[in-house]
């Protein structure tokens, strides 16, 4: 491993370690809104978070911030837990800032008190207009000047359930002609009549992001709370809370989120995509989810490695998706075990072999590492799949494949010469027909001759049928969300199907979760729909970036 240059937030960690702040403790805290899955971004921030933490013998916390019962469920609880556990991490608690509700609610109580919270009666829009623009000061509305004694009846009654949504709100009193807007009196808590995914229907006030977020930091006493760019206008306000409030000093500090070519990173989203039926789920392999990558053939290694070399910057930028697919393919080279597939097959019968004869050929399953990782016996005979595309009528130069009066290897067994073809009575071939030389077999060769081109086969008698379904980029443009309509972009072949491939014999035992490649065809896994009598294969990634650049 080469030495690495520390990232800004290694840097104030270090620095505070040196200076002993927080008794040189560091806990760290992982975020997500329950309300959809976990993106590739996020596994950006998980690995920031876990892996700080992990450097510098801390701790992060995974917390729910749940305070959004609208779109909030259950379901993507368990999904976030079970992607953050793929990725390889483990966190130390599992909070909810929905079990904070009554701590938030004492802590904006106690603004109150100090004078440094309010009722408010205003309409949203009365609320917005009141509160200027970025140049000229916002003005008072006329509940500003609320008594602490009514503010706190009136707060109480809020949560007892005496106003309708919208009907009141509590703000911060802080300053209406301050540049930044964040800090123009900000709402704290809404009245919403909702049931709460676990709350139940205790609470119909819920605490702002701006008022939960810190607090929950605070209450945790983490250390070092990462958010994203966005949220730099928000820190003077989780200071100015945490100040008012004298609890512990959590510091928040930001970093640049990642964005990548071709697809879109919002949760919101995504959850269009899969409601509007561009895809089939949030896991569908071409989705940038973790549960999409990971039915798709990405491990989780490849993605640890991905976010760390995207690295940490503080300024916003755009990836090129072909960074992670190297990080995929660097990885599976070096694991996925190698196999034979045909996916367009045409006939090759080799005339001048014994018919009814089976030889057992073996290949190594991965030629990457010593010994191979041991062998599989691959059944050959004089009738063999081969891809379409590896026969030309009319080659052209240079074409080291088959037509009349060329030859090639068979990759594991012999060189064979075609001289002849078949065609149907509409003129399509169906037929190939070749000579075999006997003593020019992989590894005991003694033929002497020399040729360019080896392809893949699958013999015809043993050859079973799995479906594979290949995937191409689901946006036609680098950047999506550019477009007045995201999913204008979509493109419409994102996904092959190839209802009938022709795969080797061993393949019918393939694992679920592991890598293999097919070879000359890329990388491939089992999908989650497969079964033992409907085996289905997602490609994860070709062998080379073939994308037209
Ligand atoms: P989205 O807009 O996709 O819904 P979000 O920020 O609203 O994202 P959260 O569930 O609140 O989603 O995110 C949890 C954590 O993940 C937050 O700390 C957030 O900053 C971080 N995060 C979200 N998206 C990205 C991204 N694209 N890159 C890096 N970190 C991200
Ligand atoms: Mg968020
Ligand atoms: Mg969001």
Known sequence: EEEKSLNFIEEVIEEDLRKGTHDGRVLTRFPPEPNGYLHIGHAKSICLNFGLSQKYNGLTNLRFDDTNPVTEDAEYVESIKRDIQWLGFQWAQELYTSDYFEILYQYAVDLIKKELAYVDDSTAEEIAASKGTPTEPGIPTPYRSRSVEENLMLFQQMREGKYRDGEKVLRAKIDLANPN???????????????????????????????????????????????????????????????????????????ARLNMTYTVMSKRKLLQLVNEKFVESWDDPRMPTISGLRRRGYTAASIRNFCDKIGVQKRENMIDVSLLEFCIREDLNKTAWRRMVVLDPIKLVITNYPDGQVEELTGENNPEVEGGEGFRHIPFTKQLWIERDDFMEEPPKKFFRLGVGLSVRLKHAYIVECYDFVKDPEGKVIEIHCNYIPNSKSGEDTSGLKVKGTIHWVSVPHAKEAEVRLYDRLFHDENPVAAEDFKSSINPDSLQIISKAYIEPDLATAQAGKGYQFIRLGYFTLDTQSSPDHLVFNRTVTLKDSWAK
Do not use: N
């Open 181 to 255: 807007m964040h800090l123009r009196d900000p709402l704290l808590y809404r009245i919403r009549h909702v049931h709460h995914h676990r709350t139940g229907d205790k609470w119909c006030i819920y605490p702002m992001y701006d008022f939960a977020h810190g607090q929950s930091d605070s209450i945790e006493k983490i250390t070092h709370s990462i958010c994203t760019l966005e949220f730099i206008p928000h820190r003077p306000l989780y200071d100015w809370c945490i100040e008012k409030l004298e609890i512990f000093p959590s510091k928040q500090y930001e970093f």
